[in-house]
C-alpha cells in the first residue's frame, strides 16, 4: 500500500503563483509515476503533470506547459507542482496520485487540495 498527501492550496490573485507538494509513504519502492491532476466544478478531473519516481522525464498537459514545473525527490518521498501565472480557470482540487511499476493507471489518490485563483 502507497499512501498519498497533497499540501499546499490556497487562495491566490491572477498572475500569482503556489506550490503543491505532495508525501508518499508505505511501499513508495513500488511506485514508478508520480502524477498531478485536477477538478473544477463540474467538470470532469483532468491531468495536469506527472514525472517518473526518482527522475525524468516529465510530462504536461498543454494548459500546463510554460506555467507548471513538476519535480520529484526519491530520497524525500516527495512531489511538488510549482505554478505559476496562476489564472482563474486553474481553480480546482488539485490531486497527486501515484503509479506503481508495471501498471497502466494510478492507483494511489490523495485527498486534494483546493485551489482558488480569485482577486
Known amino acids: 500500500q502507497v499512501q498519498v498527501a497533497e499540501s499546499g492550496g490556497g487562495l491566490v490573485q491572477p498572475g500569482g503563483s503556489l506550490r503543491l507538494s505532495c508525501a508518499l509513504s508505505?511501499?513508495?519502492?513500488?511506485?514508478?509515476?508520480m502524477g498531478w491532476f485536477r477538478q473544477a466544478p463540474e467538470k470532469v478531473r483532468e491531468f495536469v503533470a506527472s514525472v517518473r519516481w526518482r527522475g525524468s522525464p516529465t510530462y504536461y498537459a498543454a494548459f500546463a506547459r510554460g506555467r507548471f514545473t513538476i519535480s520529484g525527490n526519491g530520497a524525500k518521498g516527495t512531489v511538488t507542482l510549482q505554478m505559476n501565472g496562476l489564472k482563474p480557470e486553474d481553480t480546482a482540487v488539485y490531486y497527486c496520485a501515484a503509479k506503481q511499476d508495471g501498471q497502466e493507471e494510478y492507483d494511489y489518490w490523495g485527498q486534494g487540495t483546493q485551489v482558488t485563483v480569485a482577486s
Open positions: 508505505g511501499r513508495t519502492d513500488t511506485v514508478s509515476d
